[in-house]
């Protein structure tokens, strides 16, 4: 596509028929979407509000599970993804709170809150459809360079580049930004039915090649993705400047 707009559109339009289409069964009744933070998929995330608004999308058989989330600051934290993900997109669609899932970096016991959170994804029946970004390092949720492509959710320390280019939302005041998170780990995203991928800017051009065109390798773990069966890539035009 394009425009960052257009990426969001397409793939806020193409959710929302898979939402739409699905049929909720005993045994499954819930479409379990894993969804990102960042500023690449906010305009996945106006074009599915836009939606509901027009009556087109209901989210009340959806479940969500969010990749990732700071270790370090609190929940209420301007910048924490539980303040950006109901400020962008659950207070203004008509999910119950109580089907919405993001990891708690403040649990007494982390390993314990990872451990629950991969088994909470199986007892839903598994994510049926992973939306996700990409770092400017090639990281997907937040699993930096040298991660495991089998890992699972887990506390992972983040990279200097990951910390540098988040400084942005944290008045850039480098010792404002935390320096660890939850994640779910890269196995956590393969094993979802399907991984959509939004992929924008000139700052991504880089990791999109290496991504896509590079080997399948652990320095750019969402390269891990050119071995699923069912990925979808969207991106813009600036995106695309090192293919
Ligand atoms: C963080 C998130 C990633 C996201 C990345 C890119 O590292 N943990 O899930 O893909 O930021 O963010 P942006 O879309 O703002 O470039």
Redesign the pocket.
């Known amino acids: 596509r394009d425009t960052k707009a257009q990426v969001g559109d397409y793939i806020g339009d193409y959710i929302a028929k898979r939402i739409n289409s699905f049929h909720p069964k005993p045994n499954r009744p819930y479409f379990v979407l894993g969804l990102?933070?960042?500023?690449?998929?906010?305009p996945v995330y106006k074009r599915l509000v836009e939606l509901h608004q027009k009556g087109a999308l209901s989210f009340k058989n959806v479940v969500t599970f969010n990749?990732?989330e700071y270790v370090g600051i609190p929940r209420d934290h301007p910048e924490s993804?539980h303040t950006f993900m109901f400020k962008n997109l659950f207070s203004l669609i008509d999910i119950d709170p109580k089907n919405t899932h993001i990891l708690d970096g403040e649990a007494e016991d982390l390993y314990k809150e990872c451990e629950d959170y991969e088994a909470a994804i199986r007892a839903a029946g598994g994510i049926d459809l992973f939306l996700?970004?990409?770092?400017?390092d090639g990281?997907?949720?937040?699993n930096e360079p040298g991660s495991s492509l089998v890992s699972r959710t887990r506390i992972k320390t983040?990279a200097y580049e990951?910390i540098l280019?988040?400084c942005r939302f944290f008045n850039n005041d480098l010792a404002a930004v935390p320096r660890m998170?939850l994640?779910v780990g890269v196995q956590t995203v393969m094993d979802a039915r399907e991984v959509v991928l939004?992929v924008?800017?000139q700052?991504?051009a880089l990791a999109l090649s290496q991504m896509i065109e590079g080997g399948v390798n652990h320095m750019v773990t969402a390269s891990a993705l050119q071995t699923h069966p069912w990925a979808l890539v969207v991106c813009d035009e600036d995106a695309t400047n090192e293919l």
């Open positions: 990102p933070t960042g500023s690449s998929p906010l990749m990732d993804y996700g970004g990409i770092g400017a990281h997907i949720a937040f983040l990951t280019d988040n998170a994640t939004v924008t800017g700052n991504k």
